[in-house]
């Protein structure tokens, strides 16, 4: 793991123990790292150089290696349909498999009307290299329907994990993947080592197939999931890795969903805690199997902590070690760098020889300076024995479970996942086979947290032993296969494709969520049973992953559906327009809040309402019902035509004309109304039914009436007058009328006696 060398991720293997209760086989899968090209990408140079990480000793990484369905309850969505989805399979999202790469021939990965997969990145051959990069093979749909891409998957692992994560059912295969309804995007990269045996990835193609996967989710204008089923125990824990600041920065900027294995190394006496005390000296014991060329061990403690190290080979030759730079030892190259995190600093050491000397290798820690004693400590190699690498027992230090989810694992913003078992027992070429553990149970492999910044970890689990998906027919063939088809694998490789697919489930019936706001789905519709307890755990995080993560609300709509044809909305996202009153289902998630709404056409003449104006549902309603109302225009006119006054009224409702014109302070004799056909109503009162322009109708007014009424009052003036010409003259004559005088009964009668 020299500096500029890209760092390799080891399939972490499925550690898969299977016996034939007949024979007593026992075969194990375990990956280990491969030799490594020194070669590196620009790419990845500039991201180390802006994550502030020039002096980094580059990292390897190991792959980590039905029932499983049915236990997290994706058959619980089989008939789960609605206006919004027609099935919740995951269509519409792309999953990314930067792996091994992928048999695209099996059925598990063919359509009736073509492939599942969108297309293929093989970094190991050359020929046809995909823009932006300058290497590899890029196949396109037509190639993989061809079937003439290159690509091939000699490995398996790929074909595993793809299959469990998106493949479906085609032909005489019947295994459904989680999100069968999802596509494929699938990047081979690494190369084998251990003559062949083992088959190891390397940073630079790793991080080169993530941006590639990122690339095409943008074109196609699809939410992206990557799967990483692959891990390394070399690294601070605490989410500070170059790789996980990728991860981190691509998931903020760029919205991708990554889900990660746990890791395989509970159960591997790799990783130690200790406590350190100023002046007295500490030392890690560790065996190195034959077959080896290289270790690495990582060492966590506090930043302030100053120590001096040394390290004592089998045969007892002692060499001190820098804290940063390299020597030669005796033919061993050694290796060290120290990277601060925050309050934590990690000291990694790489120890190379062509073989490392079998045996017991010592480290002795002494420190010289301590803030805090704390200290943790993984040890990691590239073996091709079937052994393996394992810190001895001693009372200076304590072999944990704890802290052994392995990186890119304890990033800040990914899904990290762990394994319990599904499936003991199985039959295949007329034999029952099994492997240990208990049903339900957690695998005694899955790595445990919490980070060493004091995160929790994993966040979910799922099934990971046993498990039965595609295999790739260019891989071997198991004897404890039950079909050429189908591989049996076992591992966090496996959980992590599980908790994939029903990401891609989520992105499918809410595409604008966050990454966090999946995970939150994901973590809090988590099942907990008599195994995973009642409270979150660094064995079981959340608990069980659980894919019955929708349901189906009724929404009904009543009123003037036809004329009005609204448009049902989802979270302000149109879903469907309706044309008749029905009742509709829509496909939501559990435990998140939907805003269901309609939106409603409004022209001059006529415009909609509902009530109420929206529904906020959580999980727990079953109906949401909507009331439509139309409220037609009115004009009122006079009978010379002029604009009265405009009136809204509510369909069916009876508009009274007169409380219309008093309302605007008029006072008309109304006998009725023309409506806009020309027919005439007599009243004062219109049912609406549409929109519609009426002309008033007035009472006709008497010709006489106004002549008499003057007259009249000519009439009064004059007898008035008359009276009070009278009565002055009395009082200029000093007689005072009689109190029984009376006015004269006519004008003419008045004139005669005056005279």
């Known amino acids: ?87 919740v399979d995951g269509r519409g999202v792309l999953i990314a498999v930067v792996d091994t790469g992928v048999d695209y021939r099996h059925p598990a990965f063919r359509t009736a009307n073509g ?59 019947v295994l ?198 704390k200290m943790h400590a993984w040890l990691e190699s590239d073996t091709c024995s079937q052994e393996s690498e394992a810190f001895l027992p001693s009372e200076d230090y304590d072999i944990t479970s704890s802290f052994t989810v392995t990186i890119p694992g304890t990033a800040k913003k990914v899904l990290t996942v762990g394994a319990y078992n599904t499936r003991r027992t199985w039959t ?29 970890k994993p966040d979910i689990t799922a099934p990971g032993g046993v498990v039965f998906a595609a295999r790739s027919r260019d891989a071997s063939r198991q004897a404890f296969s039950p079909s050429e088809d189908t591989a049996v694998s076992r591992g966090t490789s496996m959980a992590a494709p599980h908790a994939a697919g029903v990401a891609a489930l989520i992105l499918q019936l809410a595409p604008t969520l966050s990454p966090e706001e999946v995970f939150e789905i994901i973590r809090n519709t ?72 309609l939106q409603l056409p409004s022209t001059p003449y006529t415009r909609y309402t509902t009530t109420p104006s929206h529904f906020i549902v959580n999980g727990t309603h079953e109906k949401a019902r909507f009331i439509l109302d139309a409220y037609h225009r009115v004009d009122v006119l006079y009978p010379n035509g002029t604009m009265i006054d405009t009136a809204w009224a509510r369909e069916g409702d009876t508009l009274d004309i007169n409380s219309l014109l008093g309302a605007k302070g008029l006072k008309l004799s109304l006998r009725g109304y023309v409506d806009e056909k020309g027919v005439e109503h007599s009243g004062t009162t219109l049912r609406v039914t549409a929109p519609t322009r009426i002309t008033l109708i007035l009472e006709e007014p008497n010709i006489l009436t106004p002549v008499l009424g003057a007259l009249t009052a000519l009439v009064l003036l004059v007898l008035l007058s008359t009276a009070v010409m009278r009565l002055r003259r009395y009082r200029n004559s000093g007689t005072r009328p009689s109190s029984t005088t009376h006015l004269p009964s006519s004008s003419t009668e008045l004139i005669t006696k005056s005279g």
């Open 115 to 173: 492939t599942r997969i969108v297309a293929i990145w093989d970094q190991t051959v050359e020929g046809k290299p995909p823009q932006g990069f300058g290497y590899g093979y890029e196949c396109d749909r037509q190639e993989i329907l061809s079937g003439t891409c290159p690509q091939r998957d000699t490995v398996g692992h790929g074909t595993v994990v793809a299959s469990i994560a998106a493949g479906g059912v085609y032909g005489e295969w």
């Open 526 to 597: 988590a099942r907990r049973d008599s195994y995973t307890g009642d409270t979150v755990s660094n064995t079981w995080g959340h608990g069980k992953l659980n894919a019955d993560i929708a349901y189906v609300l009724l929404a009904e709509v009543d009123g003037p559906v036809a004329e009005a044809r609204p448009t049902i909305l989802l979270d302000n996202k149109a879903v469907a327009n309706i044309s008749t009153p029905s009742v509709t289902s829509l496909v939501l998630l559990r435990n998140r809040q939907a805003n269901i709404s």
């Open 176 to 373: 459904r993947g989680v999100a069968s309804g999802a596509e494929l995007v699938v990047v081979k990269t690494g190369g084998p080592a251990c003559g062949g045996t083992r088959w190891f990835f390397g940073e630079t193609g790793l991080l080169d197939g993530i941006a590639y996967a990122v690339d095409k989710a943008k074109q196609l204008g699809r939410r992206l999931v990557v799967v990483l089923s692959l891990g390394t125990d070399i690294g601070a824990h605490d989410g500070s890795t170059p790789l996980e600041k990728a991860l981190d920065k691509w998931a903020e900027e760029d919205g991708v969903v990554f889900v990660v294995a746990a890791g395989n190394s509970a159960n591997d006496s790799r990783h130690v805690e200790a406590t350190l005390t100023q002046g007295i000296q500490l030392t890690l014991r560790m065996t190195i199997p034959e077959q080896t060329t290289e270790a690495a061990l990582s060492l966590v403690t506090h930043s302030g902590n100053v120590m001096e190290l040394a390290l004592t080979s089998p045969s007892l030759n002692r060499v001190e070690l820098p804290l940063n730079g390299s020597k030669t030892f005796r033919e061993i190259t050694l290796e060290t760098s120290t990277q601060r995190t925050g309050p934590l600093q990690e000291i990694a050491i790489s120890i190379k020889a062509n073989p490392l000397e079998t045996g017991v290798w010592r480290l002795s820690i002494t420190p010289r300076q301590v803030f805090d004693g």
């Open 428 to 456: 295949a070429g007329g034999q029952t086979w099994s492997v240990g553990g208990t049903v339900g149970d957690i695998e005694f492999y899955s790595g445990r947290g919490p980070t060493t910044d004091g995160r929790t």
């Open 1 to 87: 793991m020299s500096a500029g060398r890209a760092a390799t991720f080891l399939i972490f293997a499925l550690l898969l123990t299977i016996s034939s209760v007949h024979g007593g086989v026992v075969e194990e899968l375990v990956q280990r790292p491969p030799a490594e090209k020194s070669d590196s990408s620009s790419m990845v140079g500039e991201m180390f150089a802006e994550l502030g990480f020039d002096g980094y000793i580059q990292r390897r990484y190991y792959p980590l290696l039905d029932v499983s369905l049915v236990d997290i309850g994706v058959d619980r969505l089989l008939n789960v349909s609605g206006l919004n989805a027609a099935a």
